[in-house]
């Protein structure tokens, strides 16, 4: 899936500011039920709130994986994981493209940081992707906030 979109990053930033505020852990169950017929903006939704729900717990990473038919959605903080409902198939594959296009990462592997202005401030993540043939992953990791 493929996503020539200039603006994605700047719609990523748009719809967390949309959502900041909000109750992350039950919107983001709402939205990994919901279906829509734009599949790119369900996957900034659900992307948004999963990076909002994140910063909130003061973690340090959050994880998309899938392999084979299988995808999991985790915060980890410290020794703790907490277990977000994960998205439809087709809004994980769009997650992915729209992390890949922001940050030009064409390779099955690969990383890079990747700034967030939230509001009147900014925080810089580094991202990785990797793709096999039955799975792929994608980490966010966050600084240490406090």
Known sequence: ???HDPNLHLRLMEMCDCYLGTDYASTI???ADARSAD????????LSLAL?????EEARQLSF???NDKITVTIKHDDE???LRPPARPVFDGIIAIMRTILHLEQDKGGLPLTLGLK???IE?????ERAADRETLKVKFPELG
């Open 65 to 67: 994986k899938r392999k």
């Open 120 to 122: 009147n401030d900014r």
């Open 52 to 56: 909002l729900f994140t910063l909130t």
């Open 29 to 31: 169950q709402k939205v």
């Open 125 to 129: 993540v580094q991202v990785k992707v």
């Open 39 to 46: 599949i790119q903006e369900d996957a900034l939704r659900y």
């Open 81 to 83: 994981k907490i277990a």
């Open 1 to 3: 899936m493929e996503i």
